[in-house]
């Protein structure tokens, strides 16, 4: 069944046409296969680069698409309801973007972000480390400032797309002043001395590299810094807040994939002569999996309208980030209780997205820190 959206103008309308005709026919037929094999696909970031899909949020002038957070968030909702594979690595790339945007200097947006954002290039954002995750300010990776630039020298850790993508956004250390002493480098994957780990078998999310990225010695001239140094903490929050609303809306797609899932089999199913949609044990279950999805694509929605209009998102974020991916966790789950027996085998992919869903209570802040947010925000 398709989701009836309410959208800003034609234009939006057009372009989810466009994502759901691209999930259907790029995206969704593959998915099962390729995560079974851990295959990365490449080749379907390039189709989503051609049809302007990575650089959605960004102006026009350096190759983006001008839509606002809005709409880009159904996009990511759409592709992750056909692949989540799919549907985060969109978000994690515009993450990755960000700090170019935002904080890059007017040569810096324009030497850069037309290959970002015009689909030629892949992101990856490097952030956490082996000891410093929730943490991010106790991170070591260090780059040490001379007269020609920076060197950096250090381990970033449950980088997605690591290994495989063509730069990497870099936070790390400039001086000893705790989270101050962070800043933020543009660093394109071929600098001699960036290196990958093998990826992390992971128990779901298996065609989406996660892996350690190594910076030994990389020398950076003084033009990658992106911001002031010392900013990149700031920088780095502010890329979260966006990201969070990105996994709020993935989470969104995996338990709507689900929910779709476990009503069409009810709907077939038949036990003691009746479909089992018509017990009302089963339709109870569905009738909460439809409600939960709904509030929170609702929630994600409202923090996305916040942020377009300028204002102040964060706490919003931090709301729609543990909602939505709680909620996925449910749903996900219960979809493989209807199914029974055969929701736990591969030939139906109601297991793959209980799989999946998990991931999203831990990235990008686990859902821990999400109630940390919000309570200092009540606090405050």
Known sequence: MSVERVLPSPEAHDLLDLVRDLVGKEVAP????????????????????????????????HGGAAQPYEVYLQVIEELAAGWLAVGLGLSVHTLSCFPVAA???????????????????LGAYCLSEPHSGSDAAALTTRAVPDAGG?????????????????????????SDDGARGISCF??????AGVSSAA??????????????VRFDGVRLEPGA???????????????????????????????QAAFEA??????????????????????????????????????????????????????????????ATDMCMKVTTDAVQ?????????DFPVERYMREAKVLQIVEGTNQVQRLVIGRALAR
Do not use: N
């Open 30 to 61: 593959r998915a099962s296969a390729d995560e079974s094999a851990g295959r990365f696909p490449r080749e379907v970031f390039t189709v989503l680069g051609r049809a302007g899909l990575l650089g959605l949020p960004y102006p026009e002038e």
């Open 103 to 121: 904080y890059g200097t007017a040569g810096q947006r324009a030497e850069l972000l037309p290959d970002m954002l015009g689909g030629g290039l």
């Open 150 to 174: 920076y060197t950096v020298d250090g381990v970033k850790a449950w980088i997605t797309h690591g290994g495989v993508a063509d730069f990497y956004t870099l936070m790390a250390r400039t």
């Open 186 to 191: 543009h660093v394109p994957a071929s600098t």
């Open 199 to 212: 990826p992390e078998k992971k128990m779901g999310m298996r065609s989406s590299p996660t892996a350690q």
């Open 225 to 255: 810094l992106l911001g002031a140094e010392g900013e990149g903490f700031r920088i780095a929050m502010a890329a979260l807040d966006g990201g969070r609303l990105g996994i709020a809306a993935c989470a969104v797609g995996v338990a």
């Open 262 to 323: 476990a009503t069409a089999y009810a709907r077939e199913r038949r036990q003691f002569g009746s479909r089992i949609v018509d017990f009302q044990g089963v339709s109870f279950m569905l009738a909460d999996m439809a409600t939960q999805i709904a509030a929170a694509r609702a929630l994600y929605l409202d923090a996305a309208r916040a942020r377009d209009a300028g204002r102040p998102y964060g706490t919003q974020a931090a709301m729609a980030k543990l909602f």
């Open 338 to 346: 209807v199914l029974g027996g055969y929701g736990y085998v591969e």
